[in-house]
């Protein structure tokens, strides 16, 4: 709603000043900034949050991840790291301070949307929480590598 917010915004403003003839606001910006803060925030913006992606795959070796197109390359775990792990409800914001790629007190968590996930204890004491909308798929996939 925020992201809605800020692009009508600027698509409001740059209707005021550029089409009707009307400063937009007390300090009106010169229509150059104001072409440009639409290009990048009533547009860029939008674009970018709706790339995000959250990709995790379990493969026999471990569970690869990345937050495209914030992180391009996949990250690894290998199965000997993670010692244990089960599918949770959590609370996006109170427990990780919103979505996305966030630390709290309960360790790292990558998170699009939802309160659901999969919750990862590793050997060095992290723990990782993966945002996902099929948690017991994801965690049954994991037992499936870490038994072996």
């Keep these: 709603m925020l992201l809605l917010l800020v692009a009508g915004l600027c698509i409001y403003g740059a209707v005021e000043q550029l089409i009707l003839g009307r400063p937009f606001g007390?300090?009106?910006?010169?229509?150059?900034?104001?072409?440009?803060?639409?290009?990048?925030?009533?547009?860029?913006?939008?674009?970018?949050?709706?790339?995000?992606?959250?990709?995790?795959?379990?493969?026999?070796?471990?569970?690869?991840?990345?937050?495209?197109?914030?992180?391009?390359?996949?990250?690894?775990?290998?199965r000997e790291e993670i010692i244990s792990f089960e599918a949770v409800t959590y609370r996006p914001i109170r427990d990780y301070g919103g979505w996305g790629i966030k630390y709290g007190?309960?360790?790292?968590?990558?998170?699009?949307?939802?309160?659901?996930?999969?919750?990862?204890?590793?050997?060095?004491?992290?723990?990782?929480?993966?945002g996902s909308q099929r948690p017991e798929e994801l965690a049954s996939a994991l037992r499936t590598i870490t038994k072996k």
């Design 105 to 130: 007190r309960n360790g790292a968590a990558y998170n699009v949307s939802g309160n659901r996930g999969v919750q990862l204890q590793l050997t060095d004491g992290r723990r990782m929480l993966f």
């Design 26 to 78: 007390n300090n009106p910006a010169s229509d150059e900034v104001l072409v440009l803060t639409i290009i990048v925030f009533g547009l860029g913006l939008p674009v970018f949050m709706h790339q995000l992606c959250l990709m995790v795959e379990v493969y026999e070796d471990g569970l690869r991840y990345r937050f495209y197109p914030l992180q391009l390359p996949f990250r690894k775990l290998g």
